[in-house]
């Protein structure tokens, strides 16, 4: 009796053992076969006419419907099919409820997605989605078809995720769908510096802030080119209030997104390509997961025939192209979160003082399941500004100082997304990708765009607030309406290029538009390292290919060291370094500045340029000063070392000597050598950059065993091939326009969410070689192919 329940019982982390490993219903069910049924017949009830699914050698669906109802149905059954349990972790991530599933360990993460309001934005998203006949359609066909798929389970045939942690799934709906669009938001527009800036502020004042913290980099490519002339009369730039500045907080994101997800796209005119029409490439940098982060599929229906990308759990195509254009989409990072400073009347925090007087408070209770254990609860405050995500007393300079901070989130309006990707699913030119840009709000993205009638274009798009310059650089106060967001930037007034006289457009996370730009959209983007490397090639290029625009993909340039290496290999005493350290110098000063995976010198650079920034910055801006507060960029401190040798930020405030640039340079460069020989051994193939950067693509869950690490891989962060140790292309896409459109692409893993699958990770090595696969883009189900393998017919019940 204790064995059977020992066996049939979960304990802590592990589940019942019993049943995951019965082999009638436990994990050995998940084993897939490589061969895919030829031909498969269900009736299931939704179904409104006929569908055909016509599966490839990557087992990647094409879905042929007679209805917009039929071709979301058959979009949401199939790819719960593949991905459900990877679908629905997600959406139980986003709206805080993993310790339902886990238990109490999860409740830190649950608590602050309840507090960051991602189901409060799901829900506001999901209001003006389901205002729009169109895309409540869209979403409720989509949710049935999920549901159609998890009605046919059993315990037996649960994802082995299910299995694996004891649970199991639970009716799919439209918020769900929502959650999943928060999540993209929250990646690719969570992160913020407002009140890491802010203590810089407080404590260093604002000559330093201006110096160091610049409002424009020292070295910078523009996605519109300065000079570009405007087609709008701007609007009247709102009025900067008098200076506030709030109090010193330690309190800034918990779960901040990676710094370095980003993405590349750009577009070639005809007159530059081999086949006389446009062609368009596209690889978001996002977390490497598996399973995959996209789901590839293409989509046909009257009026409709798009392939490309989709959110598993949301329907459409969010990337990819039909018969006459392509679009494709890299992040903004739009200044659309800001910290408000809250003033409550009392510790009751009923009350709020803004516009001068007290305003109510929305409180809402949040409930948290706890698997094994008691339901908690916590309060979330709501302010017209959103959420007060912090509202604990916190010790800051050795002073009890109550500090509350309430979040204004673009991605918690009203919006309809859906409703842009539906109509770029069928745009046929121009005129149609602007209309399908007037529905986007968040995360703001730079949409690529490429047509069969020779128009190019980029638009940096999305709800842009109209704001004084710098409005949100720093915590706002949330007592004063001069504070508040004052309106919206105008649509045809966001940044865009159309046809440029270069031959190509591009984007690379930069800012979006020179100083000439009237509107404020943030004070800092990435770095233009990937930006002025990818201009670079595209205008040395000549007659531009499909292999070129993947080659370009794979870049491995090192922007960052061609800039400054040659400046601090200057500053080196060579008769002070011992024979290591001069192989080392030696590696360094023949290097080409390719971050190649079997190169030992991009490791050399990487772990020095790491150090020496944390050598000049860390003493004023790192942990030990007690305050979170965050380095300068990149760009300023490349200006420091080129333009300004004699600065004092190389002095150690902390130590009585007085540092300098070459003595940082030689003291980091033999420390970087020792830690190398520390952690590899002596110098040799483990140095190689791909074995020392260690990239992985892991598990969604983490789960062990269920993904692939040190994977021999070049690029890095800020890289064109931004592949670093968690990062990188998340799915390389290249389209070749014209009378018979071509599409190219590659994901790192596979259309399965099975890890019993072949088709889990079978596009893995594909994507690590550099190497793209032709797309197989369908006219009709009748359409001979040798690439279709498999074909599954749904029918109405």
């Given amino acids: 009796m204790a064995l059977i329940f020992v066996l049939d019982t979960k304990i802590g982390s592990v589940p019942p053992v019993g049943k995951f490993l019965s082999p009638f219903t436990g994990f050995w069910q998940q084993a897939e076969s490589k061969q895919l049924m030829a031909e498969t017949e269900l ?28 071709l979301y149905f058959a979009q949401g059954y199939i790819t719960a099919r593949d991905r459900l349990w990877q679908m629905e972790f997600q959406t139980h991530a986003a709206a805080g409820r993993i310790s339902e599933i886990i238990g109490s360990q999860a409740i830190d993460f649950d608590r602050f997605q309840r507090r960051m309001g991602m189901v409060y934005g799901a829900q506001q998203s999901l209001t003006g989605m389901m205002a729009d006949p169109t895309t409540r359609a869209m979403l409720e066909s989509y949710t049935a078809g999920v549901n159609a798929y998890i009605a046919q389970l059993t315990h037996k045939t649960y994802p082995l995720e299910y299995k694996l942690l004891d649970y199991g799934p639970e009716p799919w709906t439209p918020l769900k769908c ?27 004042g604002p000559e330093v802030v201006h110096d160091l913290f610049p409002d424009y980099p020292f070295r910078e490519e ?203 699913n069928r745009a046929r030119n121009y005129q149609d990708y602007q209309q399908a840009l007037q529905y986007y709000v968040a995360p703001a993205q730079n949409f690529v765009y490429a047509d069969v009638h020779q128009d190019i274009a980029l638009w940096p798009n999305g709800r842009y607030p109209l704001k004084w310059k710098n409005q949100g650089k720093f915590t706002l106060d949330g007592t004063d309406t001069k504070h508040d967001w004052q309106g919206w930037v105008p649509p045809a007034h966001h940044p865009h290029v159309k046809n440029p006289a270069q031959g190509f457009v591009s984007s690379a996370n930069q800012f979006s538009a020179g100083p000439d730009y009237p509107y404020y959209i943030n004070w800092e983007f990435a770095p233009a390292d990937r930006a002025i490397r990818i201009n670079q090639r595209l205008s040395a290029m000549q007659k531009i290919s499909p292999d070129s625009m993947r080659q370009l993909q794979n870049d491995n340039f090192n922007i960052n060291a061609q800039t400054v290496l040659p400046a601090l290999l200057a500053q080196l005493d060579k008769n002070k370094l011992n024979k290591t350290q001069l ?48 380095y300068p960029n990149r760009d300023r401190t490349w200006h420091l070392i080129l333009q300004d040798p004699q600065a004092k930020w190389y002095d150690n405030i902390n130590t009585p000597a007085k540092e300098t640039l070459p003595l940082l340079a030689q003291q980091t460069f033999i420390s970087t050598i020792d830690s190398l020989a520390e952690q590899h051994g002596p110098m040799g193939k483990k140095w190689q950059w791909a074995n020392h950067k260690g990239t992985s693509v892991q598990h969604l869950a983490k789960l062990p065993g269920f993904g692939h690490e040190n994977i021999f891989i070049g690029g890095g962060r800020n890289i064109v091939n931004a592949t670093s140790e968690r990062n990188g292309p998340s799915w390389r896409m290249v389209v070749a326009l014209g009378p018979q459109v071509k599409g190219y692409g590659i994901y790192p893993g596979g259309q399965s969410g099975n890890p019993g699958s072949f088709y889990y990770d079978n596009l893995l090595e594909t994507w690590r070689q550099g190497k793209l696969r032709e797309l197989v883009y369908l006219q009709s189900p009748a359409e001979a192919s040798a690439q279709i393998i498999s074909k599954l017919s749904l029918q109405k019940k």
Avoid: C
């Fill in 583 to 630: 192989m080392a110098l030696r590696e360094l000063s023949d290097w080409e500045y390719y971050n190649h995976p079997h190169l030992i010198s991009p490791t050399l650079f990487e772990v020095w340029w790491q150090a020496l920034s944390k050598a000049i910055w860390d003493d004023e801006f790192g942990s030990k000063t007690g305050l979170q507060m965050r």
């Fill in 222 to 424: 523009p996605i519109v080119p300065v000079g570009t002339p405007l087609d709008f009369t701007p609007l009247q730039i709102p009025a900067a209030p008098e200076n506030f500045t709030a109090a010193f907080s330690n309190k800034v994101l918990e779960q901040e997104p990676p710094a370095e997800l980003g993405s590349n796209n750009w577009a070639v005119a005809g007159t530059r390509t081999t086949t006389g029409y446009p062609m368009l490439a596209n690889d978001p940098h996002l977390q490497l997961n598996l399973p995959s982060i996209w789901y590839q599929l293409q989509l046909v229906a009257p009026g409709v025939n798009v392939y490309g990308v989709s959110i598993p759990g949301a329907p459409g195509v969010i990337i990819g192209f039909n018969k006459e254009v392509s679009w494709g989409v890299t992040n903004v990072d739009a200044d659309v979160m800001d910290w408000y400073q809250i003033k409550f009347k009392d510790a009751a925090k009923k009350l709020y003082w803004h516009d001068n007087q007290w305003k109510p408070v929305r409180r809402v209770i949040e409930k948290f399941k706890i698997r094994g254990g008691a339901t908690r609860s916590d309060t979330v405050y709501y302010t017209h500004h959103g959420p007060v995500v912090y509202d604990r007393p916190e010790k800051a300079f050795n002073e009890q100082t109550p500090v509350s901070h309430a979040m204004r989130w673009i991605a918690h309006d009203k919006s309809n997304e859906l409703r842009t990707f539906y109509l770029l």
């Fill in 43 to 70: 009736t299931l009830t939704g179904v409104q006419g006929n569908i055909t699914i016509l599966f490839d050698q990557s087992r990647i669906p094409h879905v042929f419907a007679q209805n917009d109802h039929d």
């Fill in 178 to 204: 929502a959650l999943l669009l928060k999540v993209m938001a929250y990646d690719l527009a969570g992160r913020s510096n407002d009140l890491r800036m802010t203590n810089i502020l407080r404590k260093y």
